[in-house]
């Protein structure tokens, strides 16, 4: 399985932009969430999205701002980002792993998530 995570860019302050990541191989398996992370800090959990696509977890710094969804049809799960700050500026990344049997609970832990994407660096001006 391999991620790619695209869409990144110079936007204004409070504007939007709309980041994807492509999930190839086993698309239908695998949980899903983006952190983000800026020089001298430690990587951010963003936002995540059960394999189901019936849950979403969002951090407590985009709640309301940021959506989390996937496109099972294009095997890319999004990240809708509106109202955007300086504070969003960061490079963002997508994850992702397999539950475990019977596992409900949200990995937000960068350590827990078995696949990495590359990257995009996303830039807000204000």
């Known amino acids: 399985v391999q991620l790619q995570a695209s869409g990144g860019g110079l936007v204004q302050a409070g504007g939007s932009q709309r980041l994807s990541c492509v999930v190839s191989?086993?698309?239908?398996?695998?949980?899903v969430g983006w952190f983000r992370q800026v020089p001298g800090k430690e990587r951010e959990f963003v936002a995540y999205i059960k394999w189901t696509g019936k849950f979403t977890y969002y951090g407590d710094s985009v709640k309301g701002r940021f959506t989390i969804s996937r496109d099972n049809a294009k095997n890319t799960v999004y990240l809708q980002m509106n109202n955007l700050t300086s504070e969003d500026t960061a490079i963002y990344y997508c994850a992702a792993y397999i539950p475990e049997a019977y596992e409900v609970a949200v990995r937000r832990s960068p350590a827990r998530y078995d696949i990495w994407g590359q990257g995009t660096q996303v830039t807000v001006s204000s």
């Open positions: 191989g086993q698309y239908f398996s695998y949980s």
